[in-house]
């Protein structure tokens, strides 16, 4: 028999006999939140529903909802949370615009494979489809941006319904789950018995890693020259900290990351060679086309890493790690595909692999970061005195004062590829980005999130001034919660990367790009967040100290150069061998 | 690659807005589908969509990949025309009098095999099943005389590869237990 708690002792509707709960619906969404081991939930109230934050009130001393100052904020905080805590994050809001501000979110999760839950009031079932006031057609509208979802509307089907979102959102390649529920299955009743699902037939979230492709793999590289590995976001959702870096560590092959891949192995670690893509390193893009043998682990090849597919890696034999089957020879064809977990997949594959070391090989990538030293990265970090303070330096200081231990949430343009390139991350899991979508607007609140799963670990948001001001609203959420997030807001005036992409492809062209911007500071005196502004060099290194060991959130404002550019790059079209220093 | 008809057959969960999900997976890809047509397949509770296509191989198994990681289908397949046995049925509404005259119209529909289904003093419906072609070839003879109304249907096809859904099923409701 189910014990009710003494605090909703009135509010339930408890028959106590036979072992029947009759629970209203509403207060049933709340109990399987805590049956799936939910304390935390972002949201925002509405008409549709009310009745679930009428519920939430019985139960505050067991979930912690915090508000946030848009439903879009919700999503991305959600998404923070589940990206460094592996947990599955939960977001709620009413029907209608409620409803549509989740969108760009869950579109964020679907992309970048974030597990979260996101549950919507409807209203209510007799009026679905008459465009009542705030009925939006949430399911049809979220269908192509989500894992799975399901619209329902009697009480009796909403534990049924959570336990399988919890499940689909988090197993497998994990996703984005919408529950939309209407009024009437919220205030309906239902005889509440909790069962977590552990499996649907249709749906294999682990498929079993066959053992001729792991020999296969293994025999391709045992005979490598010049294997090189990529490794994306599936070395982190699939758990594989200790099984990756044994694999690289055994077989001495130089590993390259994708900007979802980011922290799953230490920066400086000897066999890191650094970042992928349209603005990553000069020799892990060049030599993408001399190495013999790709071995790409739980990354899938976005056009952002791979620049003009006919000519990339043409040359190597091409091994796919991989869990989700549809990204096999969805972009780039594998001679060998692995599919299933990494986590087994590269414990089965480092058992058949031979120790080897690639050190003539290795010094290409040394030669090849000689290069980019001398001609980016030097007067990035260290720029003449003469240049207004640059990116890449900032960044290098808060590395430096935060010993590269923070959690860094990056929002989408220049300030995150230039974070990215330059912050030393030591930690397992402590990059927080908008890969897929390029969110703006992504890291306030995803950095808030974050916060709440992990408050023994500090975390700093780093902001374009356009981003910033994309969710500036959050900020309220982190005065009213009181958590400590440092908020560096890389201040260029203008949109960064769409200005660099206007100076190299568009004449010059500065075509709504530049933002005449309001004093930060003086917003976040309203939020009662301590600030500080730096516009010269002589003052920047001692601004991001306090900035660093401030207790409490904290905002610091760096004055950038204006035209900067972020190198080397691709440019769109080309293929990655013909990658530009400048 | 050169564009060919392929035949998708899609196993899925009887689920509300399940079809929503499997026609934004060709609408994103700019994919036309040619037909389609949904029934509950031999298996209870489980639904069959023949979905035909005009498009590059290459492009019909990245779809069919999509399709098949879907949660809620159960497994995807895409064949040749030349490995299935299809069939689609069209209606033809005539004006009565043009059959009871007993002229060139009624040769044509005898000519054709084509089946009687309704008569009514002032219509009467033919029913004619077969490839689109022959359907179609129907249709033009009877035009010249004046059709009503017309209707076809989409593909229904049976696959010609012997191993049964329900030995997939069996498979998948053992891996989706793991």
């Given amino acids: ?582 | 690659m050169e564009k060919k008809e392929f035949t998708i057959s899609v196993f899925t969960e009887d689920q509300i807005g399940l079809l929503n999900r499997v026609s934004i997976i060709f609408t994103r890809r700019h994919i036309n589908i040619e037909s389609i047509t949904a029934s509950e397949s031999e298996v209870k509770g489980v639904h069959r969509y023949t979905i035909v296509v005009n498009d590059a191989e290459d492009l019909v198994i990245k779809v069919v990949a999509q399709l098949d990681k879907q949660v809620e289908i159960v497994k995807s397949f895409y064949h040749e025309t030349s490995e299935i046995v299809y069939q689609e049925i069209a209606l033809y509404k005539l004006a009565t009098s043009l059959i009871a005259a007993g002229g060139e119209a009624e040769k044509i529909v005898r000519k054709h095999n084509a089946r009687f289904l309704s008569f009514d003093t002032e219509f009467t419906v033919i029913e004619k099943t077969g490839h689109k072609e022959e359907t179609q070839r129907l249709f033009d003879e009877l035009e010249p005389y004046g059709i009503l109304e017309f209707v076809r249907s989409g593909r229904v096809a049976i696959t010609k590869p012997m191993k049964e859904f329900a030995a997939y099923l069996a498979e998948i409701e053992i891996a989706s237990a793991n």
Wanted: charged letters at 20%.
């Fill in chain 1, 1 to 582: 028999m189910k014990k009710v708690e003494k605090s909703n002792e009135k509010e339930s509707l408890l028959i106590d006999k036979e072992g029947i709960n009759v629970i209203t619906g509403k207060e049933a969404v709340v109990k399987s939140l805590i049956a799936e081991g939910v304390d935390l939930i972002f949201g925002y109230p509405g008409g549709a529903i009310m009745p679930v934050y009428d519920a939430l009130y019985d139960y505050q001393d067991q979930i912690k909802h915090i508000l946030t100052r848009h439903e879009q904020g919700a999503t991305h905080a959600a998404q923070g949370y589940a990206r460094v805590s592996g947990k599955v994050g939960v977001c709620i809001a009413t029907s209608g615009p409620g409803a549509t501000n989740l969108i760009t979110g869950i579109a964020d999760a679907q992309i970048d494979s974030t597990p979260m839950v996101c549950i919507t009031g409807q209203v209510a079932s007799h009026l679905l489809g008459t465009d009542a006031f705030q009925e939006t057609d949430v399911v049809g509208i979220s269908m192509p941006v989500t894992k799975w979802n399901v619209q329902v509307t009697r009480a009796e089907d909403i534990p049924g319904a959570i336990a399988k979102a919890f499940y689909i959102a988090k197993s497998g390649r994990p996703g984005p789950v919408l529950v939309d529920i209407t009024k009437d299955a919220q205030f309906g009743e239902v005889d509440f018995q909790y069962k977590k699902c552990t499996n649907v037939r249709s749906y294999v979230p682990q498929p079993k890693v066959k053992l001729e492709a792991i020999q296969a793999a293994a025999d391709l590289i045992n005979n490598a020259k010049k294997p090189y590995i990529l490794f994306g976001h599936g070395v982190l959702l699939g758990d594989a900290k200790e099984e990756f870096k044994t694999f690289v560590e055994k077989t001495g092959i130089p590993s390259a990351w994708t900007i979802m891949g980011l922290s799953a192995l230490p920066t400086d670690h000897y066999l890191n060679v650094g970042m992928l893509g349209m603005h990553g390193n000069y020799g892990p893009n060049l030599l993408t086309n001399e190495c013999d043998v790709l071995i790409a682990i739980g990354m899938r090849f976005d056009d952002r890493v791979t620049g003009d597919v006919s000519r990339y890696a043409s040359q190597a034999k091409v091994i796919h790690l991989e869990l989700d089957h549809a990204e096999i020879d969805k972009i780039i064809k594998a001679d060998v595909a692995v599919v299933g977990n990494c986590k087994t997949s590269l414990q089965l594959i480092t058992e058949a692999v031979k120790e080897g070391t690639h050190e003539e090989w290795l010094q290409k990538f040394r030669d090849c970061d000689e290069e980019e030293n001398q001609k980016v990265i030097n007067e990035e970090l260290h720029p003449s005195d003469d240049k207004m303070i640059s990116m890449g330096e900032v960044i290098n200081l808060v590395s430096e004062a935060s010993n590269g231990q923070a959690t860094i949430v990056t929002d989408v343009g220049q300030h995150q590829m230039v974070a990215q390139r330059y912050y030393n991350y030591k930690r397992w899991r402590s990059n927080v980005t908008s890969g897929g979508l390029g969110t703006m607007g992504f890291a306030l609140p995803a950095a808030i999130g974050a916060k709440f799963a992990q408050s023994e670990n500090q975390v700093i948001a780093v902001i374009g001034d356009g981003g910033f001001q994309m969710t500036i609203q959050e900020l309220g959420t982190i005065f009213q919660t009181k958590i400590d997030i440092k908020i560096l807001i890389l201040n260029n005036e203008f949109l960064g990367m769409v200005r660099q992409w206007q100076d190299l492809f568009f004449d010059k062209r500065y075509s709504s790009t530049e933002m005449v911007n309001p004093d930060f500071q003086t917003i976040a005196r309203g939020y009662a967040i301590e600030s500080n502004k730096v516009t010269e060099r002589e003052n920047l290194a001692a601004a991001v100290k306090e900035f660093v060991n401030h207790k409490g959130s904290y905002l610091l404002e760096v004055l950038v150069g204006k035209e900067n550019n972020v190198f080397p790059m691709i440019p769109t079209g080309a293929s990655v061998s013909e990658i530009r220093l400048d």
